[in-house]
């Protein structure tokens, strides 16, 4: 089975940017669809952004589109995401998932492989 690791959160001031890095372990992640997920504390978990299998589709949640990027590198099986003005807001735990490419969705439900997660916090 597929497992992830995130890296990359920390503690930022509004305004900064950070590069979140997920590492997957498993020849078949290359063939998945992944995405980032957040949540904070006594909130459901919302999705951020997904990235098709081969890279060449991308979806950003409105709260983000502009300021986030989503990249992968299916040759190192990781994943990215480019976190670019961050703001008080963005102050969450991060998750990277992935799912088979049945079809190509942004709902937690629908990604059953999860990594632990990396906080990422931001002070005004």
Known sequence: QVQLVESGGGLVQAGDSLTLSCTASGRTFKSH?????????????EFVA???????????ADSVKGRFT??????????????NNLQPDDTARYYCASRVTTR??????TFPFWGQGT??????
């Open 33 to 45: 669809h992944a995405g980032w997920f957040r949540q904070a504390p006594g909130k459901e978990r």
């Open 50 to 60: 997904v990235i098709s299998w081969n890279g060449g589709n991308t979806v950003y």
């Open 70 to 83: 989503v990249s992968r590198d299916n040759t190192k099986n990781a994943m990215y995401l480019q976190m």
């Open 104 to 109: 190509f969705t942004t709902s937690p439900d």
């Open 119 to 124: 906080q990422v916090t931001v002070s005004s």
